[in-house]
């Protein structure tokens, strides 16, 4: 079976995060969520997978060029974003058998076989994952009849006017017969045209209710919820199981005598963790970290080559990339990046 991810976005939300990264790629857990989700397919009997890509298209291809996934990667590149109708529709040439479609910014214990095998026993055209949120109004909000089947389908109705908590959970199949009915070479959004086009049509779309765990990484503050739910066992990822195990990494880590570690934490490699320094609980090193004496960092993300100064406090905080804090500095739920003058507060 083939799959498609849909990775163009320019992850707007995100920011600052995605000023350098394009959304797909950012972090979990110490990996690209890109290639989790990619990963997470050979599982499943898919074989081959297009990204269909925009926004930072070179650096998502060059992640990948020397990373063997497990499945074979396709690249479909739009000179301008197609939305996410015109980017499958720009992927037409490589399916013409039944194929899986994905939103790149989605963490999720979705069944891909019992998803498969659902679809096939409704014979459905289209089957649409859905989920349950408390705020369906920022989502595409699904009602669904007796028998399982969409009836209407309304991308980000006004809030008050969702028909169904149920939402899009951003991963369908699809018959290759609907590619037909998408019009080529321009911007349509699957949600707000083709979906409710189809249902105009009479074309069957099964929802499909299954997982327990869904969260879109679409903001700062759901990637940093994201982070808790792993420490805290909620959302499992397959290399760290944090009820078993409190402390992931530390590979060439050198850790001063007097400085404490709290689990759960995740450390990347090479860390450098100065004296009476506390880390933790529910902390991200990345890679090369670096930190002077008597700093506090807790339920905080930091992404590879980040140091900081002496008498630093990092809480409820993601700092991105080569960042470097300067002693005394205290940063308090905030998004702090190399550009932002001013930390955004999450
Ligand atoms: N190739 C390409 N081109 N990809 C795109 C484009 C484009 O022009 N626009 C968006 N994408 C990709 C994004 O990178 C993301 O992976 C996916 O399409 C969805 O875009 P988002 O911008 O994240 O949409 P959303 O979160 O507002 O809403 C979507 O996801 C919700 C679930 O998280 C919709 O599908 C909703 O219906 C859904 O409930
Ligand atoms: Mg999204």
Same mark, same amino acid.
């Given at each position: 079976?083939?799959?498609?991810?849909?990775?163009?976005?320019?992850?707007?939300?995100?920011?600052?995060?995605?000023?350098?990264?394009?959304?797909?790629?950012?972090?979990?857990?110490?990996?690209?969520?890109?290639?989790?989700?990619?990963?997470?397919?050979?599982?499943?009997?898919?074989?081959?997978?297009?990204?269909?890509?925009?926004?930072?298209?070179?650096?998502?291809?060059?992640?990948?060029?020397?990373?063997?996934?497990?499945?074979?990667?396709?690249?479909?590149?739009?000179?301008?974003?197609?939305?996410?109708?015109?980017?499958?529709?720009?992927?037409?040439?490589?399916?013409?058998?039944?194929?899986?479609?994905?939103?790149?910014?989605?963490?999720?214990?979705?069944?891909?076989?019992?998803?498969?095998?659902?679809?096939?026993?409704?014979?459905?055209?289209?089957?649409?994952?859905?989920?349950?949120?408390?705020?369906?109004?920022?989502?595409?909000?699904?009602?669904?009849?007796?028998?399982?089947?969409?009836?209407?389908?309304?991308?980000?109705?006004?809030?008050?006017?969702?028909?169904?908590?149920?939402?899009?959970?951003?991963?369908?199949?699809?018959?290759?017969?609907?590619?037909?009915?998408?019009?080529?070479?321009?911007?349509?959004?699957?949600?707000?045209?083709?979906?409710?086009?189809?249902?105009?049509?009479?074309?069957?779309?099964?929802?499909?209710?299954?997982?327990?765990?869904?969260?879109?990484?679409?903001?700062?503050?759901?990637?940093?919820?994201?982070?808790?739910?792993?420490? !805290? /066992?909620?959302? @499992? *990822?397959?290399? &760290?199981?944090? $009820?078993? =195990?409190?402390?992931?990494?530390?590979? #060439?880590?050198? +850790?001063?005598?007097?400085?404490?570690?709290?689990?759960?934490?995740?450390?990347?490699?090479?860390?450098?963790?100065?004296?009476?320094?506390?880390?933790?609980?529910?902390?991200?090193?990345?890679?090369?970290?670096? !930190? /002077?004496?008597? @700093? *506090?960092?807790? &339920?905080?993300? $930091?992404? =590879?080559?980040?140091?900081?100064?002496? #008498?630093?406090? +990092?809480?409820?905080?993601?700092?991105?990339?080569?960042?470097?804090?300067?002693?005394?500095?205290?940063?308090?739920?905030?998004?702090?990046?190399?550009?932002?003058?001013?930390?955004?507060?999450?």
């Amino acid at each position: 079976m083939k799959a498609l991810f849909l990775a163009g976005g320019k992850g707007t939300r995100l920011r600052p995060l995605t000023d350098h990264l394009p959304k797909p790629m950012v972090p979990v857990m110490g990996r690209p969520l890109l290639e989790r989700n990619v990963e997470a397919l050979k599982n499943c009997g898919v074989d081959e997978v297009v990204l269909s890509t925009c926004y930072r298209a070179d650096d998502i291809e060059k992640h990948f060029s020397n990373r063997n996934c497990g499945v074979k990667l396709r690249y479909v590149c739009e000179d301008i974003p197609l939305g996410t109708g015109g980017a499958i529709k720009n992927c037409r040439d490589y399916f013409d058998d039944t194929f899986l479609i994905f939103n790149s910014d989605i963490v999720c214990n979705i069944d891909l076989n019992d998803l498969i095998r659902f679809h096939r026993k409704k014979h459905a055209d289209v089957t649409i994952a859905a989920t349950r949120v408390e705020n369906p109004s920022n989502y595409g909000v699904i009602e669904t009849d007796d028998f399982g089947f969409a009836t209407t389908f309304t991308e980000k109705p006004k809030p008050g006017e969702e028909k169904s908590d149920f939402i899009n959970a951003g991963v369908y199949i699809f018959e290759p017969k609907v590619l037909d009915l998408i019009a080529s070479n321009r911007v349509v959004s699957v949600e707000k045209e083709t979906f409710p086009a189809l249902l105009k049509s009479g074309y069957r779309i099964a929802v499909y209710r299954g997982g327990s765990y869904w969260i879109d990484i679409g903001t700062p503050e759901k990637y940093m919820q994201v982070h808790r739910d792993i420490f !805290s /066992g909620l959302c @499992c *990822v397959p290399e &760290n199981d944090f $009820l078993q =195990n409190h402390i992931y990494g530390a590979e #060439g880590a050198q +850790i001063h005598g007097t400085a404490r570690i709290v689990g759960p934490v995740w450390f990347g490699r090479n860390v450098r963790i100065g004296a009476n320094v506390t880390v933790g609980p529910n902390v991200v090193l990345g890679d090369g970290f670096e !930190s /002077g004496r008597g @700093c *506090v960092i807790r &339920n905080s993300i $930091l992404w =590879n080559g980040v140091s900081v100064g002496s #008498g630093v406090s +990092i809480i409820k905080s993601v700092i991105t990339s080569g960042c470097h804090m300067p002693s005394g500095i205290q940063c308090v739920n905030t998004v702090y990046s190399q550009e932002s003058k001013r930390p955004f507060v999450i």
